[in-house]
């Protein structure tokens, strides 16, 4: 690809000489799990979040199942869940015991809509888990505003959203908790897996620290059925590096965003991501809507552009939960959206000479279709 979708190499060797001392530091300590750079860098993620604690879990499917899991949620509960997200919020509610019950998406935002919530709930639901999808917020307010009626929980999955603002505020405490991933390629990745809890809630953080370290806050001593789900020194000391970079690397995300809504609008058969007032992006993927997705995506890889589809089948469709929701079109909104969805090339190396060349792409092929 002459303009790859994301090019994480580059992106990790802007800081190669900084990364390389933290590993040198973290190799020489003789300490390689939950030592000090994994209580620094949570330390330095609260203060980021504006958040009064952080867990470090080993990814961010465990950070959003240990927080249903400290809730005490599980078997005969339901739980909230976007129809369009990545399957790992289902999971969590899955691994857990409980039901992921699918509220269809806002068909202008793509995030959960909280005009379907109340709907969706029964005397077992337990909790709501909004996604800030693509990098930018669900609507809080609205969400904790209905949860607050029913007494659930709100569960803030963050994993494409770290640095994201919600009316002025960060994601991350927004709800009662948030989960956050550090996979390489989201926009605080680390160079392996990682995750983490960020939550105001004191009780719910103790229990979390417990869970993560085989229920165990005083070393061979286990008081619950705990896991294995740590940060590991490593990725902490690599994320301490990689987090003084992170607003800089939005601000890039940023630019690129505004460049491509500016020169992609009022192009036939696209449809641009729409913002609300109260929302400011990260824009961990620039995501356009087209009636002919997969033949756009092919124009564009013949010129060496590179795209995703995020995602190509909703997780109510996956054969993994074939045996809950079998019925054809039971989410119409969410499979309209899986089905068009194309996600441009967008990241903190990309240049704006590169984006001009993926929107002169664009152009030629919708002129295509249309002439
Ligand atoms: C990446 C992602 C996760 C899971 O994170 P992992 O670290 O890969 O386990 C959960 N939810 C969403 C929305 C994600 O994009």
Same mark, same amino acid.
């Given at each position: 690809?002459?303009?790859?979708?994301?090019?994480?190499?580059?992106?990790?060797?802007?800081?190669? %000489?900084?990364?390389?001392?933290?590993?040198?530091?973290?190799?020489?300590?003789?300490?390689?799990?939950?030592?000090?750079?994994?209580?620094?860098?949570?330390?330095?993620?609260?203060?980021?979040?504006?958040? =009064? +604690?952080?867990?470090?879990?080993?990814?961010?499917?465990?950070?959003?199942? $240990?927080?249903?899991?400290?809730?005490?949620?599980?078997?005969?509960?339901?739980?909230?869940?976007?129809?369009?997200?990545?399957?790992?919020?289902?999971?969590? /509610?899955?691994?857990?015991?409980?039901?992921?019950?699918?509220?269809?998406?806002?068909?202008?935002?793509?995030? @959960?809509?909280?005009?379907?919530?109340?709907?969706? @709930?029964?005397?077992?639901? *337990?909790?709501?888990?909004?996604?800030?999808?693509?990098?930018?917020?669900? &609507?809080?307010?609205?969400?904790?505003?209905?949860?607050?009626?029913?007494?659930?929980?709100?569960?803030?999955?963050?994993? =494409?959203?770290?640095?994201?603002?919600?009316?002025?505020?960060?994601?991350?405490?927004?709800?009662?908790?948030?989960?956050?991933?550090?996979?390489?390629? *989201?926009?605080?990745?680390? @160079?392996? &897996? #990682?995750?983490? !809890?960020?939550?105001?809630?004191?009780?719910?953080?103790?229990?979390?620290? !417990?869970?993560?370290?085989?229920?165990?806050?005083?070393?061979?001593?286990?008081?619950?059925?705990?896991?294995?789900?740590?940060?590991?020194?490593?990725?902490?000391?690599?994320?301490?590096?990689?987090?003084?970079?992170?607003? /800089?690397?939005?601000?890039?995300?940023?630019?690129?965003?505004?460049?491509?809504?500016?020169?992609? *609008? &009022?192009?036939?058969? @696209?449809?641009?991501?729409?913002?609300?007032?109260?929302?400011?992006?990260?824009?961990?993927?620039?995501?356009?809507?087209?009636?002919?997705? &997969?033949?756009?995506?092919? *124009?564009?890889?013949?010129? #060496?552009?590179?795209?995703? !589809? +995020?995602?190509?089948?909703?997780?109510?469709? =996956?054969?993994?939960?074939?045996?809950?929701?079998?019925?054809?079109?039971?989410?119409?909104?969410?499979?309209?959206? +899986?089905?068009?969805? $194309?996600?441009?090339?967008?990241?903190?190396?990309?240049?704006?000479? =590169?984006?001009?060349?993926?929107?002169?792409?664009?152009?030629?092929? %919708? /002129?295509?279709?249309?002439?």
């Amino acid at each position: 690809m002459t303009i790859p979708f994301l090019d994480l190499k580059a992106i990790n060797l802007e800081q190669a %000489s900084e990364l390389e001392n933290a590993f040198r530091k973290v190799l020489t300590s003789g300490r390689y799990v939950l030592g000090e750079e994994v209580e620094l860098f949570e330390a330095e993620f609260s203060q980021y979040c504006q958040a =009064q +604690h952080t867990i470090g879990v080993a990814n961010g499917l465990d950070a959003i199942f $240990l927080i249903l899991k400290a809730y005490g949620i599980g078997f005969g509960d339901e739980v909230i869940v976007p129809s369009n997200t990545y399957i790992a919020t289902w999971l969590a /509610a899955s691994h857990c015991g409980a039901v992921p019950i699918p509220v269809e998406p806002d068909e202008q935002t793509y995030n @959960i809509d909280p005009l379907k919530i109340e709907a969706a @709930i029964t005397s077992r639901t *337990k909790a709501i888990i909004a996604v800030h999808l693509y990098g930018q917020a669900a &609507d809080m307010d609205a969400i904790n505003e209905i949860a607050h009626r029913y007494g659930l929980k709100v569960i803030e999955d963050a994993a =494409q959203a770290h640095g994201s603002l919600y009316k002025g505020r960060r994601v991350g405490s927004l709800g009662d908790a948030a989960a956050f991933s550090f996979y390489p390629g *989201k926009n605080l990745g680390g @160079i392996g &897996d #990682g995750g983490a !809890v960020t939550t105001n809630d004191s009780s719910l953080a103790d229990i979390i620290r !417990v869970y993560r370290n085989y229920g165990s806050s005083v070393k061979y001593q286990n008081d619950v059925l705990g896991y294995n789900s740590r940060l590991d020194e490593l990725q902490a000391a690599l994320l301490r590096v990689k987090l003084r970079m992170l607003d /800089a690397a939005n601000a890039k995300r940023v630019k690129i965003a505004e460049f491509y809504l500016d020169q992609l *609008k &009022d192009i036939a058969g @696209i449809v641009l991501p729409f913002v609300p007032n109260w929302a400011n992006p990260v824009w961990h993927l620039f995501v356009i809507r087209h009636c002919a997705r &997969d033949i756009l995506a092919k *124009k564009l890889a013949d010129v #060496g552009i590179g795209t995703m !589809v +995020h995602y190509p089948i909703p997780p109510h469709k =996956q054969l993994a939960y074939k045996d809950l929701y079998s019925v054809p079109n039971s989410f119409p909104i969410a499979e309209a959206i +899986h089905n068009e969805v $194309l996600s441009l090339p967008m990241g903190p190396t990309l240049t704006l000479a =590169q984006a001009s060349e993926v929107v002169f792409a664009i152009k030629a092929s %919708s /002129a295509d279709f249309f002439e």
